[in-house]
């Protein structure tokens, strides 16, 4: 079992910059890839990074590269995403997910692929 907790959202003005958190307790074994999805209203859900925690290799999905970081505290058990450069489409409730295996490929952007899910935090960004 992985329990993920996600902390850090907030509102910014376009340009602004924010640091969203996901602590990680549980099954180290479960959470070999760990992804950052967010949701915007009646949108579908979106990879937008993810980490493979052995390494520390981390991937992007194209609109949020050169913007996004996501990197790890192994100390402190926590996954960050920051985000700098933020536009209004932004705008979405992030969430954290754990995996047990190496999503290579494409298969990290399927949210389908991930059994942990955090409950999310709110991003707004305001134009």
């Known amino acids: 079992q992985v329990q993920l907790v996600e902390s850090g959202g907030g509102s910014v003005q376009a340009g602004g910059s924010l640091r969203v958190s996901c602590a990680v307790s549980?099954?180290?074994?479960?959470?070999?890839?760990m992804g950052w999805f967010r949701q915007a209203p009646g949108k579908e859900r979106e990879g937008v990074a993810c980490?493979?925690?052995?390494?520390?290799?981390?991937k992007y999905v194209d609109s949020v590269k050169g913007r996004f970081t996501s990197f790890q505290d192994n100390a402190k058990n926590t996954l960050y995403l920051q985000m700098n450069g933020l536009t209004p489409e932004d705008t979405a409730m992030y969430y954290c997910?754990?995996?047990?295996?190496?999503?290579?490929?494409?298969?990290?952007?399927?949210?389908?692929?991930?059994?942990?899910w955090g409950q999310g935090t709110q991003v707004t960004v305001s134009s």
């Open positions: 997910a754990a995996e047990g295996t190496l999503l290579y490929g494409g298969r990290w952007l399927n949210p389908d692929e991930y059994n942990y």
């Open positions: 549980g099954d180290t074994s479960s959470r070999k890839t």
């Open positions: 980490i493979y925690t052995g390494s520390g290799r981390t």
